[in-house]
């Protein structure tokens, strides 16, 4: 009678032969998302033709409409178009020494300081874009 006994085979593997992540600049990051956001681009296509999951471009997404990416201290543009029927906006006098300015703290963290002559009207119809809402 042989004497087979059971052996199994031990494989080792290599931490070089794993797949490395990647790691991605925060401009990486922005660019990315801006594409995302434009047109009517899916997350899904975007996230596919750079490589990501749709999860990680969801989170980097959210990420970056909370202001999370890039640095803070940059400022920032955000394009703003007004409706062929609403109202121009009033310009406001500079402000001097005496006026009163009102400082709007955003839910995404970010500031805004403005004179406190500004219009209501404009200010309620600007917050929500500058939101991203």
């Known amino acids: 009678m042989a004497d087979h006994k059971f052996r199994p085979e031990i494989e080792v593997l290599s931490a070089a032969d794993a797949p490395r992540r990647r790691h991605w600049s925060d401009a990486d990051k922005i660019r990315i998302v801006e594409e995302s ?5 899916k997350v899904a296509a975007t996230a596919r ?6 999860s990680l471009l969801t ?13 803070e201290t940059s400022p920032a543009f955000i394009p703003l178009t007004l409706s062929p029927g ?6 406001v006098a500079q402000s001097g020494a005496g006026d009163v300015q009102l400082e709007i703290v955003l839910r995404n963290g970010r ?3 403005v004179p ?8 309620a119809r600007l917050l929500p874009v500058l939101e991203g809402r």
């Open 116 to 123: 406190s002559t500004v219009d209501p009207e404009m200010l």
């Open 49 to 54: 033709r750079h490589g990501v999951s749709r």
């Open 59 to 71: 989170i980097w997404r959210r990420q970056y409409r909370d202001g999370e990416h890039g640095d």
């Open 37 to 41: 956001f434009a047109g009517h681009r």
């Open 86 to 91: 609403s109202p121009a906006p009033t310009p």
């Open 111 to 113: 500031r805004l300081l």
